[in-house]
């Protein structure tokens, strides 16, 4: 069974930066592609970024491109979210999820991930 435990959310200000982590056990980390998604109040969980299973292929939400960075360290079974200029409206849950893979897919839908982890708070004030 996979578990994801995220970390690294907090209060920060706009402008800001913070390092989301995700710890996945329970399986091979390197067959799954990652997948980190947000859920404001309110509002429908949407996709951020996501990862390839051996971390060549990455994909972006527009509101992430030139702001977040999305990578892995296969060896620490870790995926991180790197987001800088943070605003306001970045605040969320955000979530990590991943889904098994064969190849180098990535996947933008939540729909298409299985394990989720239970998230964590960013609040970005202004």
């Known amino acids: 069974q996979v578990q994801l435990v995220e970390s690294g959310g907090g209060l920060v200000q706009a402008g800001g930066s913070l390092r989301l982590s995700c710890a996945l056990s329970?399986?091979?980390?390197?067959?799954?592609?990652m997948g980190w998604f947000r859920q404001a109040p309110g509002k429908e969980r949407e996709f951020a970024a996501a990862i390839s299973r051996r971390g060549f292929s990455t994909a972006y939400a527009d509101y992430a491109k030139d702001r977040f960075t999305i990578s892995r360290d296969n060896t620490k079974n870790t995926v991180y979210l790197q987001m800088n200029s943070l605003k306001p409206e970045d605040t969320a849950v955000y979530y990590c999820?991943?889904?098994?893979?064969?190849?180098?897919?990535?996947?933008?839908?939540?729909?298409?991930?299985?394990?989720w982890g239970q998230g964590t708070q960013v609040t970005v004030s202004s």
């Open positions: 999820a991943a889904r098994l893979v064969a190849g180098p897919e990535i996947r933008t839908n939540r729909y298409d991930y299985a394990s």
């Open positions: 329970g399986r091979t980390f390197s067959s799954y592609g």
